[in-house]
């Protein structure tokens, strides 16, 4: 809620009350502000709503919150008050989030499913046209054919692999050679992907990356001593074709230290 009081879209008298009310709030924290709000901090959230609802009036809003999962729980008791009391009005939320995060107040999901004009979308990666159009400037078609085999249309992999490239010597005399090289930004951001995927995702991005072409939810629960069910999980947290490709095109290109424990 900082973060938005502060921003410098916003029109100055509208952040100068959005900023007091927070001060307030802040000067005035109780004992029960981190599981429900106290009298007076609903008063203050009608008043934050009101303040916010008194700029629709002129415009169209919209709130973006990334990785949602690492919220606070004041600001979250903000959000959610204020996404259950916007049915009518000009402003939308738009929240991400990673699905596999142990968050540590998980029912904000089911208070936001409440809402009757809230809607759930899972993205996906891109398709080789989208992957296309994100390298600036256009690849060959065999390096485009690389990016996407290696990265699996992932805009986080497609990036690194390309900066990895761009920084790989001799690249300005060859901009694009049919076999960019991934390197260091490319294990960072991977292993940045396994991380968010979930627990058992590093096991079985480790397995795939180990086992290749062999691998089956058999063989990984086998190596890693996992219930065959949460090997299967694993699996499908890894969104194949992403790390399927992913793994074993790093472990052909000397990439392990992407799989370092």
Known sequence: MRQLAESPSLPAEAGRRLRALLDEDEATVDANAADRPAPARAARMQKVCAALHDMVRTRL????????????????????????????????????????????????RTEFLRQPH????????????????????????AALDHYF?????????????????????????????????????????????VDRSGPAAAKVADGLAILGGASTVDALSRLWELPPAEAARGVRRCAPPVWSTTCRSATRRRAPKCWTP
């Open 149 to 193: 085999s290696v990265t699996g249309g992932n805009p986080l992999l497609v990036r690194a692999l390309r900066e990895d490239h761009l920084l790989t010597p001799g690249s300005p005399a060859q901009p694009e050679p049919a076999d960019p090289v991934a390197g260091e930004a490319f294990a960072h951001a991977v292993l940045t992907c």
């Open 118 to 141: 809230f809607q759930r979308m899972r993205l996906h990666c891109l398709d080789r046209r989208a992957t296309a159009e994100l390298l600036t400037p256009a690849p060959a078609e």
């Open 61 to 108: 809003v919209l709130i973006g919150v990334d990785d949602l999962q690492h919220v606070d729980a004041t600001s979250l008791q903000y959000l959610l008050y204020l996404s259950g009391r916007s049915r009518s009005t000009r402003l939308m939320t738009v929240f991400t989030e990673t699905l596999h995060y142990q968050q540590g107040v998980p029912t904000y």
